[in-house]
């Protein structure tokens, strides 16, 4: 099925901080239907200010949530949060592939950041899924809509905690994992993480057919 990404002009429901640097753009939905695990482009000023995210929020969700990082030096998440409800903003989508393949597997989604945006749309259109949610993050703040991981197995990973607890990596998570051959991963955040966990998942011997990746860029 070919998926034509079309472009909305939406009001802002709310744009709401979530950490110091962390914050969810709530938008109208309109018309738009979408598949969990699908992308929007948010556009700026011009096209050199449109940036790609992928929607937090579920299929029947009436309104379309994303989440993003401020970056000072960006060049359009500076600008979005000073979106205040009722303002507009122009988006396209829906498109992408990194769609929940099959949904009766067992899945193990390695997310850094706001990575983990996907698989709350996973969790809120597949209430069942039998999955695990690996989380790394540099502090606990950013462990965004952490409680609604109840009822799933959730680790997550503080490469900067405080106190004296021990920093922790995905990575570190992923080589003590019992693995299932027939398990689907889901690796999404940044680049580097991702050729990380790959490596480390083929290493244990999971096949590439059993994984699926997005990369997030941070500008």
């Not at 994303?66 to 988006?91: C, E, M, N, S, W």
């Not at 991981?149 to 990575?171: A, D, I, K, M, R």
């Not at 940044?190 to 050729?195: A, K, L, R, W």
């Amino acid at each position: 099925m070919v998926h034509i990404a079309k472009r909305y002009t939406a009001r802002v429901l709310e744009n709401k901080q979530l950490s110091s640097t962390g914050y969810a753009l709530i938008l109208e939905r309109g018309n738009m239907s979408f598949q969990a695990g699908r992308l929007i482009t948010l556009h700026g000023e011009d096209i050199t200010q449109d940036r790609s995210y992928t929607i937090a929020s579920g299929e029947q969700d009436r309104y379309i949530e994303v989440l993003y990082r401020l970056i000072p030096t960006g060049q359009l998440t500076p600008k979005l949060v000073h979106l205040k409800a009722g303002d507009a903003i122009d988006f396209s989508g829906p498109y992408g592939a990194f769609v929940l393949r099959n949904t009766q597997c067992s899945l193990v989604f390695i997310a850094t950041g706001t990575g983990m945006a996907p698989c709350r749309s996973y969790i809120r259109t597949y209430p069942h899924l039998s999955l695990t949610l690996i989380h790394g993050v540099s502090q606990a703040e950013d462990l965004f809509y952490r409680e609604e991981f109840n009822g799933y197995t959730y680790v997550p990973c503080l490469s900067q905690p405080l106190g004296s607890e021990p920093p922790s990596h995905v990575l570190d998570v992923i080589h003590e994992l019992d693995l299932n051959p027939k398990t689907h991963f889901y690796l999404c955040g940044s680049y580097e993480m991702i050729i990380d966990a790959h490596r480390v998942l083929r290493e244990r011997n999971i096949d590439d057919s059993c994984i699926f990746t997005e990369e997030y860029y941070y500008k």
